[in-house]
């Protein structure tokens, strides 16, 4: 079934996705955990395919439920039988032997995957660097090195759920690495030696352009492959730094161009989304001498005004701040950022590493099909650790091995040309009806609801299964995003406008 997935995270969205998960311990010859994981990270198939050949759930009693902490209130047993019954006959290849067709490169240097963490937290020591190495990820870009003296606020963190309690979109108000330049150093030069084929991207940001150039040669003389040039940091408590770099396009050259005539390895330029468009800044940078440009960085935000105390979150004695943005909410902003650098002729050949609400193998894809060579991942690795690299590489290498593709390298930008930056070039001619599988549909009239008083009231009750008005319907598919259940489908019906006739 190719990239189709037949079990949703609302079919188990009370799993807590568990550290040493109960549900797996208890099991007499599987791994539940790991299964469940794949269903969460949209890897179905491969979860499925990893099952033991014989269908050892239909007759279990199901202690994996029992042994649940939340109760019993997963059905793990029915997604299981759900992977082998469904999902494993319709597997339309077996997983592939080998992950040679993740390779790629950053600017010429090897990776053995494209996925790294991003400059933050997740990567702010030698032991968690060291942990996400042994886990599978190809390098990290570490947390931003500076000379400046760091304080962090206590909260910093603050986050929008959904109703299963995971994190649409995350703020932070954190800034830089609190280690010394020293002791920054002394741990590339441990994790090159230990990790010699791993990729190690060192984010730096100078006051002014002898501490540019200094911390990028510094970075390469202490084993970095490349460096990224931090100008998009939204939380940065002096003035003139980060995103306030970013922002401004004569700096981002002058600053790339003091970096790049100290150092020999590739320079990426990581610029802020907080601009009206990116390219002046990614152009300036080209001319400064970037080999490639990192995006995005947070989003400036305020999230969770308080009703109550009148403060926004995180709340910080009674204050806060604008802070940046993240989580897969930013998604969509992240990939238009992309695409605009994508597809920018004067930018063409340089390396775009991506980034901004990737949890998913599939979302990773789509920032490689709008010209992304790298992704770099930190809010997904914050909610559900290290471990999601696994998915990573098993949902993204199933995917290309069947369609058929030979290396990750070959669909960098393979999507860029269905996008436009205007609408005028779209067909409006015809309308494409939604159709209505009434063996998924509940009943639930959300669909009657929504066309009634957001849409074109083409929809009707009958019997408590939704009925729609040809004469009416406009196409706009409302219906279809709103439907909890996944009932609603793009039809194969499409009318004229001018006559309604197919």
């Not at 020999?264 to 490639?292: C, F």
């Not at 950022?337 to 597809?343: D, L, N, R």
Request: with cysteine.
């Amino acid at each position: 079934m190719l990239i189709k997935n037949v079990i949703s995270r609302l079919d188990m969205i009370t799993c807590a996705l568990c550290n040493d998960a109960p549900c797996s311990s208890v099991c007499p010859s599987g791994d539940p955990a790991k299964a469940l994981l794949g269903i969460w990270f949209d890897d179905q198939d491969v979860a499925a395919l990893k099952l033991p050949d014989k269908n050892i759930c239909a007759q279990c009693d199901a202690p994996c439920e029992k042994a649940c902490v939340n109760s019993g209130s997963v059905p793990i047993k029915h997604l299981m039988n759900v992977l082998y019954e469904k999902v494993r006959p319709e597997a339309e290849i077996p997983i592939p032997d080998d992950i040679e067709r993740l390779k790629c490169d950053i600017c010429g240097v090897s990776l053995e995957n494209p996925f790294l963490l991003s400059s933050s937290v997740v990567a702010s020591t030698y032991d968690m660097c060291e942990r996400a190495f042994d886990a599978g990820w190809a390098g990290a870009c570490f947390k931003t090195i500076c000379s400046l003296d760091i304080h962090e606020a206590s909260p910093r963190f603050s986050a929008i759920k959904g109703d299963n309690g995971s994190i649409i979109g995350f703020k932070n108000i954190e800034q830089l690495s609190d280690h010394s330049v020293a002791e920054n150093m002394e741990i590339f030069r441990r994790l090159k030696k230990n990790y010699p084929t791993k990729f190690i991207l060192a984010s730096i940001m100078g006051k002014d352009e002898a501490e540019w150039e200094s911390l990028a040669r510094l970075c390469e003389e202490n084993g970095a492959d490349s460096v990224e040039l931090n100008f998009s940091c939204p939380n940065m408590q002096e003035d003139g730094l980060g995103s306030d770099i970013g922002q401004v396009p004569e700096l981002v050259e002058r600053f790339t161009r003091a970096a790049k005539r100290s150092t020999t390895i590739p320079v990426l330029a990581k610029l802020t989304p907080n601009v009206a468009t990116m390219s002046p800044a990614a152009e300036a940078a080209l001319r400064g001498g970037a080999d490639g440009i990192a995006a995005i960085n947070t989003i400036k935000s305020i999230v969770g005004v308080s009703p109550y105390t009148y403060v926004s979150a995180p709340a910080v004695k009674g204050k806060s701040a604008v802070g940046g943005y993240s989580g897969n909410a930013v998604k969509p902003i992240a990939l238009r950022f992309i695409a605009e650098i994508g597809q920018n002729a004067k930018l063409k050949g340089m390396h775009i590493s991506g980034m901004g609400g990737i949890e998913t193998w599939r979302d990773a894809l789509e920032f490689i099909l709008m010209g992304a060579g790298s992704i770099q991942i930190t809010t997904a690795v914050m909610q559900y650790g290290y471990r999601i690299i696994d998915d990573l590489k098993a949902g993204l290498n199933y995917y290309l091995a069947q369609m058929g593709i030979k290396s990750v390298k070959d669909i960098i930008g393979a999507g860029l040309d269905s996008v436009s930056d205007t609408t005028d070039v779209l067909e409006r001619d015809t309308v494409l009806f939604p159709a209505f599988d009434l063996d998924k549909c509940n009943g639930c009239g959300r669909c009657v609801i929504s066309c009634n008083d957001g849409g074109h009231q083409a929809i009707k009750f009958d019997d408590r299964r939704p009925k729609l008005d040809g004469s009416k319907c406009v196409g706009c598919h409302l219906c279809r995003i709103i439907c909890p259940t996944g009932a609603i489908a793009a039809g194969k019906k499409r009318v004229n406008l001018k006559n309604r006739e197919i």
